[in-house]
């Protein structure tokens, strides 16, 4: 199957995910839900915002990379290589804390799961685009979660 075929599969399957988790059952959210819920749908949407604008003539609808737009590795992607996919599980949380329920929140992992899978595709795509310039940036840089400072580096 052609790699933009796949990458299209990948963006239906995304938008039914998002379809049913807003189709799930939810709870009445609690006043204390709705700040922090809120905040972090805010801060998920303004990631967003700001990696899609890091990526410039780079974005686009699939995770198949523009054959020779460059990798992006400054701003939002300095400290993750996914930080659009990081984004939206970040608002994904938002809505769980606000007013998920068991499904919800089950829902959430399903959702995890498919960001992980699609994001390590993505880097399999990017490695065979960028070869040792992406290797060196994704043994320092997160794929979804920044990685955490080695000993070295906070010394």
Do not use: C, N
Not at 20 to 49: D, F
Not at 60 to 86: D, E, K, N, Q
Not at 93 to 119: E, H, N, P, Q
């Amino acid at each position: 199957m052609r790699r933009s075929t796949v990458g299209w599969i990948l963006v239906g399957g995304q938008v039914l995910l998002f379809v049913v988790l807003v189709v799930l059952p939810w709870r009445p959210p609690t006043v204390l839900g709705i700040v922090v819920g809120g905040a972090l749908v805010l801060a998920g949407v303004a990631l967003a915002l700001i990696a899609a604008r890091g990526l410039g003539g780079a974005l686009t609808p699939t995770p198949v990379p523009i054959a020779g737009a460059g990798l992006r590795t400054t701003g939002a992607y300095r400290l993750v290589r996914h930080p659009i996919y990081s984004a939206l599980l970040l608002a994904t949380l938002g809505l769980l804390v606000a007013a998920g329920t068991v499904w919800g929140w089950a829902w959430g992992v399903v959702i995890v799961v498919f960001f992980t899978a699609k994001s390590r595709w993505e880097d399999s795509l990017l490695r065979e685009e960028y070869g040792p310039q992406w290797d060196a940036w994704a043994a320092t840089t997160g794929g979804l979660v920044p990685k955490p400072p080695r000993r070295e580096d906070r010394a």
